[in-house]
C-alpha cells in the first residue's frame, strides 16, 4: 500500500504542466519616446522580523499611436496578449541570462487594466517581494542582489522599448534604512530619494537591517555548523552523563535495576548515534550538484541504520508468545524498511533506468518516469527518517517505562500498530513532498505570468522541478535531523522516570543526578526554543544548553531554603525520625493516613476562614470570633509523627503545606499531572505563535506557502511549541514542592524568572541585539508564564479534587482554596500577563 501510494503521486508529479511563453520579438521600439511618461517607486517595509518587504509600483504613460501594443494593455490582465505588452515595458531581453537556483521571483500584485484617455494608454504595475536571505530577488523592473556582507544593489533595468524614453522619474523609500549611494539623486527629502534617469539603467545601494545581519552574514553558513557541531556536542554530552550513573546499579535480583541499566545502554547508543549523525551531516550542508548522488545515498542508507538500530519490534514484556510475536514483527518490520531503503536506492544506484542522468540533475527534460523515480527518492528517504524518530521515541518510552499501561495493552495488536503507524508516517512523507511540489508550481506560476520561467530558472518546468526533487533528497536528511531533540528530551524524560521507580527514598523534589536531568529536560526542551534574539549567537546551542542548566540549578538551590515545604523543614529539623537520613515532613505526608489528615485539617482551616470571613461582614451570629480564632490557632499546632515540636511557622498554614505538597504523592506524580495541563493550556498559544510567525498577513502565508519546507514548519512550530510547554509543565511539577510561594502562580513565576535571566544576561551584553526579535523572546517567556500560571492554578484544585462533589464548578473550588482575595488576586495577576502580552505584541506589529 506504501508503495502504491509514492507510485500514485509519483505518476502525478510527471503529468505535463502547460506554459505562457513571452513572444519577445514582438516588442517594438516607441516612435517618439519624448511624449512617453514613466514613473518608478521602490518601497523597502521592515513590518516583520524575518524578512524586509519591498513593494515597487511602475507607471507608464504611452501614446496609443505611438506604440502598437499599446491597446493590448487595456485587454484583461490574464490574455497573453496584454501580459507580452507588459514584458516589452517591463522586462529586458533576458534569453541569455541564466538565473541561478537563488533566484526569487516577484509577487504580483492583482490589478485592473489599462485605462485610455484622449489617446493616452496608462497602466500601473505594482508587485512585491520578500529578502530574508542573498540571492537575487526580482521586483518589477528592479533586480535586488543581496550578497552576505555588503549593501543590497537596486538595479533597474529599462527594457528596449522605454529604452530611449528621455526622463524616467525614480523614487526610492528605504523605511526606515539607509540609502548608502544613489547616483544622480535630489537630496531633498531624507526620507526618500527621486531623480531623473536619462540612461537605459539606474541603481542604488540600500544599507540592510540589522535583525537579518546573522542570516545575511558572510560567516552564515559557519555560524549555522557551529550550531549543528555545539548541538549535537553538548546534548549528547548532556544525556550521555545522565545516563552514566545508571550503568554503575547492580542487576543481581533486581528488575528495576537491569531496566535502568538497559535504558541507559540505549540512551548511551543514541547519544554516540547523534554525535555521528551530526557530524556526517555537517560535512553535508553546503551544497554540491555534483555530489547530490552520495548525500543521497548517506540520507537513505543513515534513514535505514536509525530503524535497524532502534529495534522498534522488540517485545513489550518477557515470555515465549511476546518473542515469537517479537520474531514476525522484526520480519515485517524489516522487510517494509528494507523496500523503501531498495526504493530510494534503485534511483541512486541505476538512474538510468529512469531516464536520469549519473548525478540525478538533469539538464535537460527528462522522462515522466525520472519525475517519478525523484519523488520516490524523497518519499522513501523521509518515510525512514520519521520511522527512525519514531522507533527511538518507542524505544525510550518502553524501556523508560512511560505509560506502562498503555504499553502493555499494545502488546496485544502491536503489528496491526506498527502497520498504521507507518501508513501515518507515509502519508507525511508524501506530504512534505506534496508541499515541495507546491512551492515549486507556484513559484514557477509567477515567475510565467510574463512568459519567462524557463529563462529565469534556466530550463524547462520539467527539469526545474526534478531538480527541486533532487535538493529535497540531498536536505532532506539535515531537516530531519534538525528535529531530533525531541529525542533528546524523551530519552531525558525516561531517564528521570527511571530514577523514579529505582529511588524508594521520599524526597521533597529532585536532587543530585535527577536534579541534572530536570534541568536538561529545562534546557533543551524549553529555555532552547526561544534564543533567536541573540542574532548570531542563537545557533550554538553549546553555549545555551548549560547556561540555563546552570541558572534553573541555581535558582532550585536558592530556593529551596524560601519554599513552603522547605522552611517548615527547617523549622523541625531536629524531629527525631525512625529514619534520619528522612525528612520528617515527608515521611509524614508519604503515608496514607499523615496525608489525609493533612487535607482534612486543610479543609476545615478553610471552612474556619471562611465563616471568620462572615463573622467579619456580620452574616455569622451563631459563633463568635474568639472560638473560630481558637480553633484556627488549634490547627496551627501540626506536628508530624516523630517530631518533639510543632513545625509551622508563623505564616504558614496547614493549606499552605497542602498546596505546597501538590496532588501527587510523588514529586514524579506532581510532573505528570501539571506536563498534561500545560500540554492543554498551551494549545491556543502555540496555535497562535505558529500563526503569527508563518500567516500574520497575507504576505507572510503567501510566503509560507511559496516556501520548500514553509508548511512543514508551521507544523512543525506548533508542535514544537507544545512540546514545551508540557516539558515546562513537567518541570514545574517537579520541581513543585521546592520552589518558593504558597499558591501555585507564585511557583511558576520562579520558573519564569530562571527563562527570562539568561535573555537578560544576553540583552545587557549584547549591545547591538535587535529590539523586535528580543520584543518577540519576551512575548514568548510571558506566555509561558501564562501557560503555566493557569497550570499551577489547576494544580491547586486538584490538591483538593476530593472536594470536587461540593462544587458545580472548578471556578468554585478555586475560590474556595484561595478564598476571595486571594482569587482575586491571582485573576489581577493573569490579567497582568495578559495585558503585558498584548502590549508587546502591540509594539512588535507597529515596531
Known sequence: MIALTFATLGWWLAQPTQAYAADTTNCPAIQHPEETNVKYKLTFDQHHPDFVEVRQVTRIEVPERQWAPANNLTLSTDSPKHRNAMHCLLREDRKA????????????TTGSPATKQKGVVAVQYESWNLINSPGEFEVGPWDLKVAPGEDWKAVLHSPDALSRVPRKTIEIDPGGLEISDAPGASSANEASRVWIAHGPDSEAKIVPPQHLAPALSRHAPWVGSLGVVSWWVCASAVIALSAWPFLGKKTAGEPENAAARVLATTVLQWAGLS????????????PSPSANRWRALIGISSGLALVLLARPWLPSAQGSDEIKKGTKRRTVVVATVSAAAVIGLLVIIAPHLFGLPPNLMPTTQPPPLGIAGLALLDMSMLWLWFTAMAAWAWRFTREGRLGEASITTESEHRLR???AIGVILAAAAVAVVGCRVLSFELRWERANWMGEASTIFGHDHRSALSQQLVQLSSAGPTWAYAHTWVLSGIALVALLHSSYRLNPKKTLGPEGWDLLLVTGIFAVAVALRGTKFAGSSSAVYGFWLPLNMVVLYATVKAGNRWSVLGRVGQKAANCLTVKKEENCVVAELSTSAGYRQLMEDARRCRDLLRRLHLVDQGREEKTTRRNLEKQLRSLHHWRPSGCSRDCLPDPVSVVDVALS??????????ALKAARWASIFGILPSMVTAWYENAYDIEHWTFTLNSSMGIPDMVGKFLTQEISFAGAGLVLGALWRVLPGERGPVRAFNLFIAWLVPIGLVAALNHGIDRRELALAVLNVVLMLM???????????????????????????????????????QIAFLTLQAATAVTIWHQIVTM
Open 97 to 108: 541570462q541564466t538565473k541561478s537556483s537563488e533566484w526569487h521571483p516577484e509577487w504580483r
Open 275 to 286: 554525535a555521528a549523525l551530526g557530524l556526517t551531516l555537517l560535512l553535508l550542508l553546503q
Open 417 to 419: 500498530n506498527i502497520t
Open 661 to 670: 505538597w501538590g496532588p501527587g504523592r510523588h514529586w514524579w506524580n506532581n
Open 787 to 825: 501557560v503555566l500560571t493557569l497550570t499551577s492554578m489547576w494544580m491547586d484544585t486538584d490538591t483538593f479534587s476530593r472536594e470536587r462533589h461540593y462544587w458545580t464548578k472548578r471556578l468554585g473550588l478555586l475560590t474556595s482554596i484561595y478564598q476571595v482575595h486571594g482569587l482575586s488576586g
